[in-house]
């Protein structure tokens, strides 16, 4: 069943309580507690920090990532970088999350090659590095999510050597009631594509069932993480 749902948690600190000192120090517990539950990826997407901000609170979170994974042979989480491939490389993250509108996956790999970045930390390979449906090998290199709101977006995503995509908004979200929700039927056609789908936006424990009966390969939050103890949001959604 743990493969069956694959889990990714987006970070989020504005959403915890204090002044920044405080919101990072409680973000980077979360994070700790992520791998601990063994989460399968994390992506660090804290737009609002400068490069020289992100860079430092980046390195923090690969060196938290990285101990827990050497303490413990069986934790699987990988690190992604929301959007900057620059300091994906930098930190020695496992990859990154690109944009809807971002640059392509292959030119993050063009970009990551001739960096000569290593192999991310620890990387098992046919796990996160994975296989598409039909067992068709994914390229080696840096893991690479990407944002999609269509089939369309999918499909290219997928033509362009991503391992998985996000698919979002599928609910309506409490915190952004404008943003029209693209339903189940959208992201069971989404899901046809020849690549892993992660539904995201308005997910819960409630309704994330309905998500994977339609085909998705696993659920993407930030609230839903965020919000209740890690080990037992995990150990529902791969109960389902």
């Known amino acids: 069943m743990a493969d069956r749902c694959l889990l990714y948690y987006i970070t989020d600190r504005s959403q915890f309580p204090g002044d920044e000192t405080a919101r990072r120090r409680a973000l980077l517990a979360k994070i700790a507690e992520a791998v601990r539950a063994n989460i399968h990826y994390i992506q660090l997407r804290e737009k609002d920090l400068s490069s020289r901000e992100l860079e430092g609170l980046a ?7 990285q101990e827990l994974r050497a303490e413990n042979r069986e934790l699987r989480t990988h690190l992604l970088i ?4 620059d300091i994906a490389i930098a930190v020695g993250a496992d990859g990154v999350h690109l944009r809807s509108d971002d640059i392509s996956p292959v030119n993050v790999r063009s970009i990551w090659t001739r960096c000569g970045a290593d192999i991310p930390f620890g990387f098992p390979l046919g796990f996160a590095r994975g296989f598409g449906k039909a067992g068709r090998p994914v ?3 840096p893991l690479i999510a ?3 709101h269509s089939k369309a977006d999918v499909v290219r995503a997928e033509s362009e050597g991503a391992n998985f995509v996000v698919f979002a908004p599928v609910f309506e979200k409490k915190d952004r009631p404008s943003a029209q929700p693209t339903g189940l039927a959208a992201l069971r056609e989404a899901c046809q594509a020849n690549i892993s789908v992660l539904a995201l936006g308005g997910v819960t424990l409630d309704n994330a069932e309905s998500c994977l009966q339609v085909g998705a390969a696993g659920i993407a939050a930030i609230r839903l993480f965020q919000e209740n ?11 389902l």
């Open 146 to 148: 990407v944002s999609c």
């Open 229 to 239: 103890r890690i080990e037992n949001v995990v150990r529902a959604l791969r109960a």
């Open 59 to 65: 390195r923090e979170a690969v060196r938290i990532v």
């Open 82 to 85: 929301n959007s900057r491939t």
């Open 139 to 141: 390229r080696e290199g």
